[in-house]
């Protein structure tokens, strides 16, 4: 009993938001076989995904230092540094994502960037702690 109105075997379009990355794979090759060349958004899209996978990673570099070096009176503090950096990265990916899916800048540069900055002052945070 099909409930949803559907024909079977009719496929749903996904949007590109939703597709997996193997999905939005396909639907690239697809678009450059039939001659079509912008598939900037979908190479955007699976850019995008994967800076958010290795978000956590970037986070987690700059928030041990600080976790570590962190007193108790400078526990403010480090919250209000965090809400700084959480908004600084994510308006570093929602521009690379829209640099990307104008195709302005290459998808894997524009959407790791914020990784590259974030994960970087990690780093550098990490290199001061140590000397110290």
Wanted: proline letters at 4%; charged letters at 20%; a positive charge.
């Amino acid at each position: 009993m099909n409930l949803s109105g559907q024909k079977i075997g009719e496929e749903v379009g996904k949007k590109p938001k939703d597709m997996s990355v193997k999905e939005l794979k396909g639907e690239m090759k697809r678009l450059g076989e039939s001659g079509i060349s912008d598939i900037y958004p979908l190479a955007a899209e699976i850019h995008s995904k994967i800076a958010l996978s290795l978000s956590a990673l970037a986070f987690a570099l700059t928030g041990i230092p600080l976790g570590i070096a962190a007193r108790r009176s400078e526990k403010s503090i480090g919250f209000g540094f965090s809400l700084i950096l959480a908004t600084t990265y994510w308006v570093l990916l929602a521009g690379g994502k829209a640099l990307a899916q104008k195709g302005i800048l290459p998808p894997f540069l524009s959407l790791e960037f914020c990784n590259f900055v974030v994960g970087g002052f990690g780093i550098f945070l990490f290199t001061r702690m140590v000397k110290n």
